[in-house]
């Protein structure tokens, strides 16, 4: 069961888009921009930070 981000990884990432901390919605599987609200989808506990 490795299906959760890990804090450290977590810390390291940040929006492609505006550069700012991400908020991590385990229930939802995903990342959320604290400033500019962009998403980003986890998947097998791996970010997909390639923005659309
Ligand atoms: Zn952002």
């Known amino acids: 069961m ?6 450290e990884v977590l810390e390291i990432l940040v929006c492609t888009k505006c550069s700012s901390e991400l908020n991590y919605f385990k229930d939802k599987n995903k990342l959320v921009c ?7 989808k986890v998947e097998n506990g791996i970010p997909n930070m390639v923005s659309d």
């Open 2 to 7: 490795s299906e959760e981000l890990s804090n």
């Open 34 to 40: 604290k400033k500019c609200n962009k998403e980003f």
